[in-house]
Structure formats: structure tokens, C-alpha cells
């Protein structure tokens, strides 16, 4: 029986923000977009507790974020404070706690800037577990004077889940006898992979609560979902075998940018990308990676109608001159009829590598790459 833990900080860029400036400390604070007084473009990172009373969220248009602070305001509410992030700093920060944690599992798993995976199997019990995490977060308390929250469960699903629990500063511990009790009433969009499209889709058809979706058998998902309903069944049931993988490669390296105008002007938009893509390949390269084999693309139009494309070569692309003429390669038909027929400008746009290699991985050498593939999803606006 495997015991597995997933550690995630709360409020993350936030709480690193409050822990350099301590007068920023309770405060409503927003990391993200410069908001030029309600004028302003491009999305909140992230923000402090203090700041979600108000309303306001993660990728939240930053303009949306600014009425509900002005109106907090109106209210004689503390005022929020709008910073742009010091994503140099938090990534040395989450550096120094990563190094901390992997230091105390068998196995370990950098998910994201700001959340890992740990596998304690090799202690006796989930009580040992439990102390082993509690001394785990008060050592990050300790030196990085920062909180996170905290799930054990018998896999990464369920440790998932219950980090998200109950936030800021929780320790939810699910052993494998609770494991439906505790997941039978949660809402679908607790099951990572259920975004809210697929929730509302799910919804219409009465499911709201996992408890829901376990009564709804696989063919039935499949035939609604694809092949990911037969892992929906799964999860629905608090399976997932997935391990906690020690060689941990980080899935992507990307970057976006919103303009400050919208606009159809190639020159500009493929210069940005030109730019965008060289930089993305550098920070590829400082990640350890010699090589990539997917490149992606995204293109938020006006209306935000967001896109993506990707090309993916059969062997490792190994220079920074062949991602940029994928990137363009890519982008060029968003500026004809072929992805853009009603001419509409636009809003942003993003560079990712995937697929990535480190010198050890691979035989390749260069580049063939295949057919396009639209991979892209539509989505609905978003303001
Ligand atoms: P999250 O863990 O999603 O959020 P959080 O740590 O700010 O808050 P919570 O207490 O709910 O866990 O993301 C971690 C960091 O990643 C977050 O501090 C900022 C960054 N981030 C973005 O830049 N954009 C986003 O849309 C999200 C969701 C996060
Ligand atoms: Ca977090």
C-alpha cells in the first residue's frame, strides 16, 4: 500500500511578496497585469487571501480585478495593492523549498512552481506520514515564513485533492477506507482533467457530485468523453496509479504576452514571436534541456477566442533558429483565411516548448516535422 503526500503553498507569488515586504501582510494584494487604473490588459496571476474576499481570481482579466478592489474600496475596505511580480525571486524561492522537501521522501515530484509530490511509503502508517508532513510544514514555516496546504492519501489523486481541501495553511489526511466517503459528496470539478467545460457538459446531464458520476458506467463516459472517460471512471472511483516519479521532467518551458493593442500587424506580431521563441528556447536550455520536440503556439483573437497549434518533429529539434521557424511556420495562417477568416486582431499570444530531452534522452540529431496538428480548443469569452 503506497502512502503519497502533495504539498501546495498558498497563495504562492502572493505570500513570497508578504514575506519581502511584511507591512504588504493581510492586505488585499494582486500579482499580475499593470491594471493603468482600470485601463489596463492582461490577466491576475495570483493574489492573497485577502484580495479573493473581494472577489477577485487567479486569470481573472486584471481590469475585472480593478473594478472589484475600487468597488471593495468604495465599501471603506482596505485598498488593494497591484504589484507586477517578481517571477526571478519566486522561482529562487520555490528552488529553496523543493530542495527542502525532496530532501525528506523516498520519491519526489516537482508538479508545478509551487507544488510537489512526495511518496512516504516506506513509513509504517498514515499517522507516521501525517507527523512527518506536519514537521514538514513547520520547517518551511520556519525558514521561508511561508504556509502551504497539505493532502495524504494512497495516491496522487487523492493527495491531490485533499490539499485542496482545506486552504490556507490545512492537512487533510484520507486513508484508503475513506476514500469514497470523502470524494462521494465533493463537486465533479474537484477531479483534476474536469475543467468547466466539461463540468457544465456533465451538469446537463444531471452529474454534479462525484457520487454522481460513479453511478454513470464507463461506456457510457466513453462514449460522451473519448478514451479520457474510462480514466474519469477511474478517478471517480479514487484510482490512479500514476507514481511519483523521481526523474522528474518538467513537462514545457513557455511564455505569453498580451499586447497592448490588439492588432492584425504580422511584422509586429511575428517579430514578438521571433523574440518570444528565442527566449523560450534560452530558458529551455538553463532548464537542463538540450531539445524539444513539440512546438505550441497560442492566439487569443479580440473577442477572445483563444487557438492553439502545435507541430511536433520526429526527433529532437536542437536549435533556437529551428523553433523560430516553427513558430512562424505556425502563426502564418493566422493572419489569412485560413485560421482567421473574419480578419479579427489580435490579443495575445504564447510560445511553449514540450516534449523536452536532455542530452542523455536521445539519439536524434534534427529536425523532420510533421503535419500540424490541431490540437486548438475554442473557448468561449472569457470577459
Ligand atoms: P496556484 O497554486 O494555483 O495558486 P496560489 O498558490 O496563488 O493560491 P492557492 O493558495 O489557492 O494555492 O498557483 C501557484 C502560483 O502560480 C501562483 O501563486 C501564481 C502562479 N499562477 C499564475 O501565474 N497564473 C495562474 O493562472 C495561476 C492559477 C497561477
Ligand atoms: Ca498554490
Redesign the pocket.
Known sequence: MRIIAHL???????AVEEQRDPSLRGRPVV?GADPKDGKGRGVV??CSYAARKYGIR??MPITRAWRLAEAARRRGEPATLFLRGDHALYRQVSARIMALVALQADAFEEA????AYLDLSSLPDFEAAEASIRAMKALIREREGLTC?AGIGPNKLIAKIASDFR??DGLTVITHDHVQAFLDPLSIRVIPGIGPKTAAFLRARGIATVADLRLVDSTQLVEWLGKWGHDLHARARGISESPVSNDWERKSVGEQETFEQDTLDRTFVLERARVMASHVFERMRADGFHGFRTATITVRFENFVTLSRSLTARSVVLTPDALIERVEQLFAPFFDERENPRGRRIRLIGVRVEKLARASDAPAITSSASAPRADGESSPPTS
Do not use: G, N
Open positions: 501546495d503553498m498558498d497563495a504562492f507569488y502572493a500579482i496571476a495570483t487567479s486569470a508545478s512552481i509551487d507544488e496546504s486552504k490556507p
